[in-house]
């Protein structure tokens, strides 16, 4: 990624200048505060107004959102590779979320709670915008509790904005394809068990931890996937999800033949809740 700041006041383009094929022109000046990342930016941030968003490609399609490759940049100057994750909507999404993840949460307007309770058409739309402003919450929070989480650039209707993380336009692998084995995965282990601690300390457990959706970015392990995110104290099941996450992590990493206590790792973990 560019380190060069590209701000607001950083390019004045010729009036002919025009989004080409697969372009379109950045989305960040029409983002309110509220739905862009946490103060202060990183440098790399591209804000310029005269920036466009190219679309690269498909890094990973799911049931609910695809994940897509985007270059934000002012033409002519250095860019930034981003991830733009998109939750699908009306009839072509296929949301599978667990009401159990929604406990302790509300959704302020009453009628797009009963209609995404109907699943008609247009809840579906809205719950594709309120997972994706789910995961935009959660992964700022995340990023103000110090987890390793790619940075939330911005949200905008369904789709989130983050941090790629990568080597060039290749995404970083997923934990579940290292090829380590035994104490060769002490280092990731302990990193695993500090992430979560990081969202212990913050309150809040993953959900639905697993070497799926941790990556391995040169070594440094990355969380992502965050949109069913628990506040361990308001869900009545949130100490269930937390010792599901430690599990999830601990089965994986035994079976790497790599051993460890997973009654200790939560035990130690709601120490840190309470």
């Known amino acids: 990624m560019s380190s060069e700041r590209l701000d607001a006041s950083a390019s004045v383009l010729s009036p002919e200048l025009e989004p080409g094929p697969d ?30 968003d190219t679309e690269l490609g498909v890094v990973k399609t799911g049931k609910e959102a695809d994940v897509h490759l985007i270059e934000r940049a002012v ?39 009963r209609a995404v309770n109907r699943k ?38 369904t ?11 290749v995404a970083s692998p997923r934990l579940a394809q290292s090829r380590r084995h035994g104490e060769e995965l002490r280092d990731a282990f302990e990193q695993v068990v500090g992430i979560l ?6 309150g809040f457990a993953h959900g639905d931890l697993s070497p799926y959706n941790l990556l391995d970015h040169d070594g440094r392990i990355v969380v ?23 599990v999830n992590a601990s089965t994986w990493f035994r079976r790497r033949g790599f051993d460890n206590d997973p009654e200790d790792v939560f035990a130690h973990l709601v120490a840190m809740l309470w």
């Open 23 to 52: 372009q379109r022109w950045s989305t960040w000046p029409a983002s309110p505060p509220t739905q862009r990342g946490p103060l202060p930016h990183p440098a790399w941030v591209v804000t310029a107004s005269g920036a466009f």
């Open 75 to 113: 033409p002519g100057a250095a860019g930034v590779l981003l991830a733009a994750k998109r939750y699908r909507n009306s009839h072509h999404s296929d949301f599978h979320r667990s009401g159990s993840y929604e406990e302790g949460r509300t959704m302020r307007n009453t009628r797009d709670a």
């Open 159 to 169: 789709e989130v904005l983050m941090e790629f993380v990568g080597d060039g336009r």
């Open 120 to 157: 008609s058409a247009y809840g579906r739309s809205v719950a594709a915008g309120h997972w994706a402003v789910s995961e935009f919450d959660a992964l700022c929070r995340a990023w103000n509790a110090g987890v390793p989480v790619p940075y939330p650039v911005q949200v905008s209707d």
């Open 197 to 202: 601690e990081a969202f212990a300390h913050a």
């Open 224 to 246: 992502i996937d965050l949109p069913q995110i628990v506040d361990v104290a308001a869900n009545p099941q949130g100490l269930d999800f937390l010792y599901r996450d430690v």
